[in-house]
């Protein structure tokens, strides 16, 4: 087996398809869940593989993933920068990285919070026969994503989102990629585009011998902001319980299996927490408040008296009052008045669709609330159909039922 150098985290992007929750340029992968940054949890992947010499390739405006890492020793990394100046592609960002590059590297994308369940047979198959390794595994859409075209295990080509029916197979490129350092040449040849890395891959596969590794395990996706769910719910099986000595909790207050409490919380008489719950520090949940299954609440998170909450996660400080919200997401310093409720199920009991600035998206969820942005405001009596999403700041009046999706900084009196 090679000896891997280093690993590159690419994490420059736009984060355009996150919307309302990154604005660029705060990158995607420092959203908050379970407490810390989900890019963490790939740095703890990765130590736990044995990669120590990290690069984290970021926008050279972007200030918060520096001044959060730092050098990386406290996490018990070797952490080193790499800026990208403008967001041109997943190529020009690994070119920014090339001079901490020193030899054989992986490059990964920051969504692979359980990277060590697949990253040491990735290490195997990267033997000296092959000249790099990538990371694939089975879809239903393929016509979505980037299509590996194969001969046995030998990679021939990525096709970028294929039209539909025409696609080379039904495996993804999921965003590990093993590579000798030579690579990088053949990609400073190639012209500065949005596809610049799958190009340059496409020139390699045809003169080095680069094998696909398939996966049958879980591999996350983190583009659009319901995949934020997915990120939770998969966070939410590797819960165990933990009660702070710190936290103040109701001898009246019932936490039932897999609770996570941390310091400062206060749970109040008759409340009931059925785990897999997290509950940050800080957070307040309210008298006679249900608190169920695959709930996250950030730091701060304030939540009232006669609660129902289920399979969501809250963002830092926000807030609310007798409602009912399921399988949504509520952004930061969010305020919700009393009598909200999300729906989160269509009357045919069928798949919710979620609409983006690049049209209708499939979820592949039957169950699906609200998508609310930070520092929103919501008055009393007020609802959201199934897949709405609120932009941040904006300002929804009493009794407003919103149908459809709300533009960032509005101020919506009557929905029409």
């Given at each position: 087996?090679k000896?891997?150098?280093?690993?590159?985290?690419?994490?420059?992007?736009?984060?355009?398809?996150?919307?309302?929750?990154?604005?660029?340029?705060?990158?995607?992968?420092?959203?908050?869940v379970g407490g810390?940054?989900?890019?963490?949890y790939?740095?703890?992947e990765?130590?736990?593989?044995?990669l120590?010499?990290?690069?984290?390739?970021?926008?050279?405006?972007?200030?918060?993933t520096?001044?959060?890492?730092?050098d990386g020793?406290?996490?018990?990394l070797?952490?080193k920068?790499?800026?990208?100046?403008?967001?041109k592609?997943?190529?020009?960002?690994?070119?920014?990285?090339?001079?901490?590059?020193?030899?054989?590297?992986?490059v990964?994308?920051?969504?692979h919070?359980?990277?060590?369940?697949?990253?040491p047979?990735?290490?195997?198959?990267?033997?000296?026969?092959?000249?790099?390794?990538?990371?694939?595994?089975?879809?239903?859409?393929?016509?979505?994503?980037?299509?590996?075209?194969t001969?046995?295990?030998?990679?021939?080509?990525?096709?970028?989102?294929?039209?539909?029916?025409?696609?080379p197979?039904q495996?993804r490129?999921?965003?590990?990629?093993?590579?000798?350092?030579?690579?990088?040449?053949?990609?400073?040849?190639?012209?500065?585009?949005?596809?610049?890395?799958?190009?340059a891959?496409?020139?390699?596969?045809?003169?080095?011998?680069?094998?696909?590794?398939s996966?049958?395990?879980?591999?996350?996706?983190?583009?659009y902001?319901l995949?934020?769910?997915?990120?939770?719910e998969?966070?939410a099986?590797?819960?165990?319980?933990?009660?702070?000595?710190?936290?103040?909790?109701?001898?009246?207050?019932?936490?039932?299996?897999?609770?996570?409490?941390?310091?400062?919380?206060?749970i109040?008489?008759?409340?009931?927490?059925?785990g897999p719950?997290?509950?940050g520090?800080?957070?307040?949940v309210?008298n006679?408040?249900?608190?169920?299954?695959?709930?996250?609440?950030?730091?701060g998170?304030?939540?009232?008296a006669?609660?129902?909450?289920?399979?969501?996660?809250?963002?830092?400080?926000?807030?609310l009052?007798?409602?009912f919200?399921?399988?949504?997401?509520i952004?930061?310093?969010?305020?919700?008045?009393?009598?909200?409720?999300?729906?989160?199920?269509r009357?045919?009991?069928?798949?919710?669709?979620?609409?983006?600035?690049?049209?209708?998206?499939?979820?592949?969820?039957n169950y699906?609330?609200?998508?609310?942005?930070?520092?929103?405001?919501?008055?009393?009596?007020?609802?959201?159909?199934?897949?709405?999403?609120?932009?941040?700041?904006?300002?929804?009046?009493?009794?407003?039922?919103?149908y459809k999706?709300i533009?960032?900084n509005?101020?919506i009196?009557k929905?029409?």
């Open positions: 087996m000896k891997l150098s280093q690993a590159v985290i690419l994490a420059a992007g736009k984060s355009e398809r996150m919307f309302p929750y990154a604005v660029f340029p705060f990158h995607k992968s420092m959203i908050e810390k940054p989900i890019l963490q790939l740095l703890e990765l130590k736990k593989s044995g120590k010499d990290i690069i984290l390739v970021v926008n050279k405006n972007n200030t918060e520096p001044a959060y890492f730092k020793k406290k996490f018990g070797s952490l920068y790499a800026f990208q100046k403008e967001p592609g997943m190529g020009n960002a690994l070119l920014a990285a090339r001079n901490y590059i020193k030899g054989d590297f992986c990964i994308n920051p969504n919070i359980n990277l060590s369940e697949f990253l047979s990735t290490l195997r198959a990267f033997t000296l026969r092959y000249q790099g390794v990538l990371l694939g595994a089975k879809t239903k859409e393929p016509w979505r994503y980037g299509v590996l075209k001969k046995g295990d030998k990679i021939l080509e990525i096709l970028e989102k294929p039209k539909r029916g025409k696609e197979s495996i490129v999921v965003g590990l990629y093993l590579l000798k350092k030579d690579f990088l040449n053949t990609l400073s040849k190639i012209p500065s585009q949005k596809y610049q890395l799958e190009v891959l496409n020139q390699f596969f045809k003169k080095n011998q680069v094998r696909l590794l996966t049958s395990k879980e591999t996350l996706s983190l583009k902001p995949d934020l769910l997915q990120v939770k998969f966070l099986k590797k819960l165990k319980r933990f009660v702070s000595p710190k936290a103040s909790i109701s001898r009246y207050a019932s936490l039932q299996g897999p609770v996570v409490v941390e310091e400062g919380a206060r109040f008489e008759g409340a009931v927490l059925k719950v997290y509950i520090k800080n957070v307040v309210g006679y408040t249900l608190i169920r299954e695959n709930t996250f609440l950030e730091e998170v304030k939540i009232g006669m609660n129902d909450i289920k399979n969501s996660l809250f963002m830092k400080n926000s807030s009052h007798s409602v919200i399921g399988d949504s997401i952004g930061e310093n969010t305020k919700i008045g009393a009598g909200f409720v999300t729906a989160n199920r009357f045919d009991r069928g798949e919710i669709f979620a609409y983006f600035k690049k049209g209708k998206i499939p979820t592949g969820r699906l609330g609200a998508l609310i942005g930070n520092n929103v405001q919501i008055g009393i009596q007020c609802g959201t159909m199934p897949g709405v999403i609120i932009g941040s700041n904006s300002i929804i009046y009493p009794g407003t039922m919103v999706n533009p960032e509005s101020i009196k929905f029409s």
